[in-house]
Nanobody, 122 residues
Framework: QVQLVESGGGSVQAGGSLRLSCAAS????????MGWFRQPPGKEREFVAA????????YYADSVKGRFTISTDNLNNTVYLQMSSLKPEDTAVYYC???????????????WGRGTQVTVSS
């Protein structure tokens, strides 16, 4: 059974940092795109960042470029999202996803975690 389990969310003040983790299990994700999406309160889910499983190619939404970094740890089957210079508008539930038709659209992902809440206060 494929599982993606996010952790690392929490509350932080504007300008702070958080690192999200996504532990992947249940199958090999070689060749997959690993993505992070978020859903702000009252809004649609949106793309944040993605990487191929090897970490050789990365993709970012314009709103997070230069502030967020996605990385993969193939040995431990974990994907990270390092978030710095956080802003109140980064407040959202963050989801980890894996799929083979990515990287930007949620329809390109087959597996999803349950999400972790990130709250940034001003």
């Amino acid at each position: 059974q494929v599982q993606l389990v996010e952790s690392g969310g929490g509350s932080v003040q504007a300008g702070g940092s958080l690192r999200l983790s996504c532990a992947a299990s249940g199958r090999s994700f070689r060749g997959a795109a690993m993505g992070w999406f978020r859903q702000p309160p009252g809004k649609e889910r949106e793309f944040v960042a993605a990487s191929d499983w090897s970490g050789g190619s990365t993709y970012y939404a314009d709103s997070v470029k230069g502030r967020f970094t996605i990385s993969t740890d193939n040995l431990n089957n974990t994907v990270y999202l390092q978030m710095s210079s956080l802003k109140p508008e980064d407040t959202a539930v963050y989801y980890c996803a894996a799929g083979y038709r990515g990287p930007y659209s949620s329809s390109g992902y087959d597996y999803w975690g349950r999400g972790t809440q990130v709250t940034v206060s001003s």
